[in-house]
């Protein structure tokens, strides 16, 4: 979010910074963005390239010296967008529900306007027909529909914990079956929508630079401010209009997405602690949010249980056996990252993952039952406090004997 902040503020300036080289920053082997009739080499970088790997996040060959201090102009951004963050919460869902008629339906604003434009520029077909043609010989490729799944897990946040914290809220006859319907065929038309409008983009970046479009695709951080930047410079009509519009379209976005996943921690100790106002608990995990986030500005029917008790246990299991087969140690640019990275990044992943089991044992421990076999019993069946919350609904769902009345 920082960066995205960061970026949005720059897009204000009479000539978007990244568009042409600086002294302050360029070196020898850096192309102005904004020209077109250039010719590049095997060390030509453009200055949108050069501009976020130089200037704004002060990229390292390495970190052996250590991660440095952090950029007071990005801390400057984190703070904002936590505070924002902090808005969103502070009143639970009254606040965050009224927030989120806003981050969700003004990325499709967005999103459609970029891909009018879009579709005006010379070779934006061209990128089109990139991302939608298919190449069969793909499906037969192990990583490709691992990298589906891992897409579709991400993108869908299942096991993250946002969309069990939002379904909280909902009645208790609420119908998750068509919401999960509904969830799922958005996520599908948005990342298609998402897909035409990058890909026009890329496509006309593809046809300034007389290049191949597999030369201008990139991923991650490098797709949202290197390469779009990069055709953003290259518009000959109101090129901050657009920016301003993407970089905020993103702003919502993670705020969007960092309220959902800090609203798990707030929902954990909200109901731990009830007797907190829900402002002062969004305070505390706003503050903890962005203090984590230093770091990186420095540098019930049949089907339905077998899904549950069987299939996605299996899937996931299936994914993760392969995931650690396939497994390779993360790169930066293609170089090894230190001994002390990987070293934190195992610690890491340990902890995020022992906490699962070793909340099992602690509460097998304290379940009570004579053996082992009547603990476990106990310990995968609902509380006896668990059920609707409105008086209404409970008085309902017990004369359906679901559970002996309390």
Request: with cysteine.
């Amino acid at each position: 979010m920082a960066v995205t902040v960061f970026y949005f503020a720059m897009s204000f300036n009479t000539v978007l910074p990244w568009s042409v080289c600086d002294d302050a920053w360029a070196d020898e082997n850096c192309v102005d963005a904004s020209s077109t009739n250039v010719t590049y080499n095997n060390k030509s970088q453009s200055s949108s390239e050069q501009y976020y790997y130089q200037y704004v996040i002060h990229l390292k060959d390495d970190i052996s010296d250590g991660i440095g201090f952090p950029d007071w102009r990005l801390t400057i951004c984190l703070v904002f967008s936590w505070i924002m963050v902090f808005f969103t919460l502070a009143w639970g869902v009254k606040s965050s529900g009224k927030v989120a008629y806003f981050t969700a339906l003004f990325p499709y604003v967005v999103l459609f306007t970029l891909l009018v434009r879009g579709v005006t520029l010379p070779g934006a077909i061209d990128g089109m027909l990139y991302f939608i043609t298919p190449k069969w010989e793909k499906l037969l490729d192990p990583n490709v529909w691992f990298a589906a799944v891992s897409q579709s897990f991400f993108s869908l946040s299942v096991g993250f914990g946002p969309i069990i914290t939002f379904s909280s809220y909902n009645s208790f006859s609420q119908n998750i079956y068509r919401d999960a319907w509904i969830i799922s065929f958005t996520d599908t038309f948005t990342s298609l929508l998402a897909g035409f409008t990058i890909f026009a983009i890329l496509g006309n970046l593809s046809h300034e630079l007389d290049t191949n479009i597999e030369d201008v695709v990139r991923g991650g951080g490098g797709l949202a401010f290197v390469s779009y930047p990069d055709a953003l410079a290259k518009f000959d009509w109101a090129p901050q209009l657009f920016a301003v519009l993407f970089f905020l379209m993103l702003f919502t976005l993670g705020v969007g997405s960092a309220a959902g996943l800090a609203g798990c921690f707030m929902g954990a100790i909200s109901d731990t602690f009830p007797s907190i106002k829900k402002v002062h608990i969004a305070f505390v995990v706003s503050v903890a949010g962005f203090l984590c986030g230093l770091v990186y500005v420095t540098q019930v029917d049949v089907f339905t249980k077998a899904c549950w008790v069987v299939i996605t246990p299996l899937t996931l299991l299936t994914i993760f056996v392969y995931n650690m087969v396939v497994f390779e140690l993360p790169t930066y640019n293609g170089e090894a990252l230190p001994q002390i990275a990987y070293t934190c990044g195992w610690i890491l992943t340990s902890v995020a993952v022992g906490l699962v089991p070793l909340c099992f044992l602690h509460s097998l421990y304290h379940t009570s039952g004579d053996t082992v076999v009547q603990r476990l019993r106990t310990v995968f069946q609902p509380t006896q406090s668990w059920g609707p919350g409105r008086s209404r609904d409970k008085i309902r769902w017990e004369k359906l004997n679901v559970v002996p009345p309390s």
